[in-house]
């Protein structure tokens, strides 16, 4: 029994650590494309605003592969 406890809060933590390693990645690559889109803004003499347009349906694909990876990381647990 106490082995089964212990079995449990390690793959607890090692759930949490996970999880927050990938936040931690999905906001710095949020962070580093705000550096990207001003040089292209530079680069392509446009507006900052039209380079960020450029993007946005990458950052829509993106929002919703994430939100479909926690949905199934949600399933896969509630199947165990």
Known sequence: MK???KEETI???SSL???AILIVLLVGSV???QLIFQEI???YHIDI???RNVFSLSC???RFLFLFM???RITFQQSY
Request: no cysteine; aromatic share 16%.
């Open 70 to 72: 926690v949905h199934s």
């Open 3 to 5: 082995f089964m406890l």
């Open 49 to 51: 605003l039209e380079a």
């Open 17 to 19: 650590i996970l999880s």
């Open 41 to 43: 803004s530079k680069s």
């Open 60 to 62: 829509f694909f993106m």
């Open 31 to 33: 962070y580093i494309s």
């Open 11 to 13: 793959q607890k933590k």
